[in-house]
T-cell receptor, first 112, second 117 residues
């Protein structure tokens, strides 16, 4: 059974810092991995999706990497801003038409 | 348009009421999902529809009844709910991964906040 772990559970950083969020998964037979952002009481916003054949994806200040063999993904946020404060969720889809398995998320606070 | 629209945004109902949550997308996605999310927890999958047919039911109690009238719409009918069913209900859609080139990326709506009194 696929298990997804996110470390740390919570993170507080001063504005302007670069930071890394970590995601690990137990079964490397994945179809894709998706990073989401969730603001309190709101829905999930897709940030980046990495297919199993890809090593990384970039969007603006965000960069996500994938190492299937070690079962790890990282989300790098450059020059953090208070508006980046949210919960970041990592989710993995296994090979085959199976649903996403979510990690518990990392709650990020960026202090001005 | 990468939008999934959910209505209502907020719903308060008694345990004997019957209500429905609605979800709509116009991205041509053929997979649609209902998730339930409690505070400070990740979303939990409830149902998956693929090509308008129910493909996954995660042992959800029968007081929750999903319906997919067409490829753009997904409903969740609620009846005789319990206070512990209060949560944020999220709808999502994705392209079918059975079609070559589709990424299977999930797009979520803003959710319907349900309170059961």
């Amino acid at each position: 059974k696929q298990e997804v772990t996110q470390i740390p559970a919570a993170l507080s950083v001063p504005e302007g810092e670069n930071l890394v969020l970590n995601c690990s998964f137990t079964d490397s037979a994945i179809y894709n991995l998706q990073w989401f952002r969730q603001d309190p009481g709101k829905g999930l916003t897709s940030l980046l999706l990495i297919q199993s054949s890809q090593r990384e994806q970039t969007s603006g200040r965000l960069n996500a990497s994938l190492d299937k063999s070690s079962g790890r993904s990282t989300l790098y946020i450059a020059a953090s801003q208070p508006g980046d404060s949210a919960t970041y969720l990592c989710a993995v889809r296994r090979v085959g038409n199976t649903p996403l398995v979510f990690g518990k998320g990392t709650r990020l606070s960026v202090i001005a | 348009d990468t939008e999934v629209t959910q209505t209502p945004k907020h719903l308060v109902m008694g345990m004997t009421n019957k209500k429905s949550l609605k979800c709509e997308q116009h991205m041509g996605h053929r997979a649609m999902y209902w998730y339930k999310q409690k505070a400070k927890k990740p979303p939990e999958l409830m149902f998956v529809y693929s090509y308008e047919k129910l493909s996954i039911n995660e042992s959800v109690p029968s007081r929750f009844s999903p319906e997919c009238p067409n490829s753009s719409l997904l409903n969740l009918h609620l009846h005789a709910l319990q206070p512990e069913d209060s949560a944020l209900y999220l709808c999502a859609s994705s392209p079918s991964i059975y079609r070559p080139g589709n990424t299977g990326e999930l797009f979520f709506g803003e959710g319907s906040r349900l309170t059961v009194l």
